[in-house]
């Protein structure tokens, strides 16, 4: 747009800059008083009528289409149940939803899209593409944002609050249970497989500290969310004497790495981050392998966990989706819908439901627990809300297919730990 004008008279110039101003004004409307609602509470963007839309960035068709359609309808549900119980302060609840498929220019497009008709994203899937608008966030749009994404690159914003442990913590605890649990020592090596990009190179950093701090050598094999064949990185790690692999990657990667490994008489552990598992993988001919050598952390209890909040959500969800599968992306979902609506019951209570109370109000929760035994403290942006994890094991035999092996705990690695430091 700039090139196109440029030529034109100083005159036109200073019309498109007060164009600009005006998108710029618009954008911080909630900076001001906001526009009043009945009974004095102020409001703003994503706000019209008698409902509050939120949006929702979603893979359904990509690398993590299987997180994407669980963390989707858990939100939708969740939605559902708050408007049934009456919504916030008189307004319904609205998801607007969009999907990525995992491509960069569509997550783009799909934030500029809905910015500006939504008070906040309930749901942005993507370290990448999270830290793609960053900027535009922190600056001009300051609508809250709850990414089911937690590289450490995310920190330090008011504004996108990542829920749980970051990557780089959760591979320090990982790596720490590799360390207690599975006999790995000081002087071994350890593989670490990792998408390229915030996620991978963000859970790299964890595997990279904590291997310091205990006398390992990382092994690194990076490689793109488009490399579903592990054969070369399992030869490679093979040929090198590991002793247990990090995986930060998809399932589907995850899937190969395991199978190709076990096929192959290379019987070492490996351990994923929390998106490198769907339970759908134990119906393939990974399955046993899976169960026998496989690890993930996570940051809360599984969706078959044995607490009255996961069973009734287990029950709502198959009533509500009877066909679909049980998995940890229905927990990530629920939790982060349910700390955006806790965010805006309390912003309710101040009379500021404009993009500025939210982000006020998720600030001054600092204890949060959906029933998936991890507290979250929102209240400082440039510390992750937990820094525990939880080891879990995949398992046909329980809801969901993963059971629990080490409780929610943060390893002493990872409490010294400051992420980006």
């Known amino acids: 747009m700039t090139t196109r004008y440029a030529a034109r008279s ?38 019209s009528g008698k409902t509050i839309t939120l949006g929702a960035l979603t893979d359904m068709t990509g690398v993590y289409a299987t997180l994407g359609k669980s963390v989707t309808q858990a939100q939708q549900l969740y939605v559902k149940q708050l408007n049934a119980a009456g919504g916030v302060c008189g307004y319904k609840v609205a998801l607007s939803v969009r999907d990525h498929g995992y491509d960069p220019q569509k997550a783009v497009s799909g934030y500029t899209e ?40 995310l920190l330090g914003s008011p504004y996108i609050r990542v829920i749980g442990s970051t990557y780089d913590i959760e591979t320090i605890n990982a790596v720490d249970f590799l360390i207690k649990e599975k006999g790995v020592k000081k002087g071994d090596r350890i593989g670490h497989v990792y998408f390229e990009g915030d996620y991978g190179e963000s859970a790299l950093v964890g595997s990279r500290h904590i291997a310091k701090e205990a006398g390992l050598t990382v092994v690194e094999q990076k490689i793109k969310p488009t490399d579903n ?24 990667q995850a899937a190969s790495l395991v199978g190709v490994a076990a096929a ?22 990974a399955g046993p392998a899976l169960t026998k050598n496989y690890y993930v952390a996570s940051p809360s209890l ?17 009533a509500a989706y009877p066909n679909d599968a049980l998995d940890n992306g229905i927990v990530a979902g629920w939790t982060a819908a349910s700390a955006f609506g806790e965010a805006l ?33 929102f209240t400082d942006p440039k510390a992750p809300s937990s820094r525990e994890s939880v080891i879990l094991q995949p398992d046909k035999s329980v809801t969901g297919g993963m059971k629990v092996v080490r409780d929610a705990g943060a390893s002493e690695v990872a409490e010294a730990y400051t992420p980006g430091a």
């Open 302 to 318: 599984p969706i078959g966990a044995d607490t009255p909040e996961a069973k009734k959500l287990v029950a709502d969800y198959g």
């Open 264 to 285: 192959s008489g290379f019987a070492v552990p490996v351990i994923g981050n929390n998106s490198a598992f769907a339970p759908q993988l134990l119906a393939t001919e």
């Open 10 to 47: 100083a005159a036109g110039a200073l019309a498109a800059l007060l164009v600009l101003a005006g998108c710029s004004s618009k954008a911080k409307d909630s900076d001001g008083d906001g526009d009043k609602a009945a009974g004095g509470v102020r409001t703003g963007e994503g706000i």
């Open 229 to 252: 064949d592990m054969t070369a990185q399992v030869t490679a790690l093979k040929q090198a004497g590991v002793k247990a692999i990090v995986i930060s990657a998809g399932p589907r």
């Open 345 to 377: 019951k309390k912003a309710c209570a101040n009379k500021d439901l404009t993009r500025e109370g939210v982000d006020k109000a998720l600030l001054s929760i600092d204890s949060y627990d959906v029933g998936f035994g991890v507290a979250q403290n």
């Open 114 to 153: 809905l910015e500006p008709k939504v008070l906040g994203f309930a749901q942005f899937i993507g370290s990448p593409f999270v830290a793609a608008v960053k900027q535009r966030i922190d600056g001009q749009d300051k609508g809250l944002v709850l990414p089911q994404a937690w590289s450490a690159a």
